[in-house]
T-cell receptor
Framework: DSGVTQTPKHLITATGQRVTLRCSPRSGDLSVYWYQQSLDQGLQFLIQYYNGEERAKGNILERFSAQQFPDLHSELNLSSLELGDSALYFC???????????????FGPGTRLLVL | AQTVTQSQPEMSVQEAETVTLSCTYDTSESNYYLFWYKQPPSRQMILVIRQEAYKQQNATENRFSVNFQKAAKSFSLKISDSQLGDTAMYFCAFMKPMMYSGGGADGLTFGKGTHLIIQP
């Protein structure tokens, strides 16, 4: 158990719908990362938040958005869903401190999204 | 942008054998981190080992060790005395630290993975 929690574990929805995925980081971690794993694209970095602020963007679609709340949990919002958005969505967290510190990302169990 | 290449889509070895998974990467950064993650059938992503680019010494974690060749941009994973529980997808990943005052690091760039099968 990495200490990172994600809900829900599974989600089935229809095209055009909107869903919200939730992540709670490990205790003490300030950084949260979202990743998408699909057969076509492999594992892709989507977006990172550090202590409530967006820090880095990867291959995140405009239909997707995220935020990190004061209690440090994060939500990934996926809207206007398409069949191709079906994937495993991971959240990861790290300490996120300054300087040349040991930054390691610990992954949650993932949310499996199926768009029908 | 960084790229990570894993040239072996699938490997199969007998239990107790030693196996080496290869990974090469391309970057213009001088300071970065490299990781191997394991993804068993449960789909959980599990950290296997990490290496800081500024360290010349190769990282080891029990039966797992790496051969880090910075000049060649190569980062291979050696698994000794392989066990049935080592059967999984193995992903090589690259990460560069951020230079913000708050620090932290950028997102991971993953290779496409190597499916390792340990035969009894």
């Amino acid at each position: 158990d990495s200490g990172v929690t994600q809900t829900p574990k599974h989600l089935i929805t229809a095209t055009g719908q909107r869903v919200t995925l939730r992540c709670s980081p490990r205790s003490g971690d300030l950084s949260v990362y979202w990743y998408q794993q699909s057969l076509d694209q492999g594992l892709q970095f989507l977006i990172q938040y550090y202590n409530g602020e967006e820090r880095a963007k990867g291959n995140i679609l405009e239909r997707f958005s995220a935020q990190q709340f004061p209690d440090l949990h994060s939500e990934l919002n996926l809207s206007s869903l398409e069949l191709g958005d079906s994937a495993l969505y991971f959240c990861a967290s790290s300490v996120g401190t300054s300087g040349r510190t040991q930054e390691t990302q610990y992954f949650g169990p993932g949310t499996r999204l199926l768009v029908l | 942008a960084q790229t990570v290449t894993q040239s072996q889509p699938e490997m199969s070895v007998q239990e107790a054998e030693t196996v080496t998974l290869s990974c090469t990467y391309d970057t213009s950064e001088s300071n970065y981190y490299l990781f191997w993650y394991k993804q068993p059938p449960s789909r959980q992503m599990i950290l296997v080992i990490r290496q800081e680019a500024y360290k010349q010494q190769n990282a080891t974690e029990n039966r797992f060790s790496v051969n880090f060749q910075k000049a060649a941009k190569s980062f291979s994973l050696k698994i000794s005395d392989s066990q049935l529980g080592d059967t999984a997808m193995y992903f090589c990943a690259f990460m560069k630290p951020m230079m913000y005052s708050g620090g932290g690091a950028d997102g991971l760039t993953f290779g496409k993975g190597t499916h390792l099968i340990i035969q009894p």
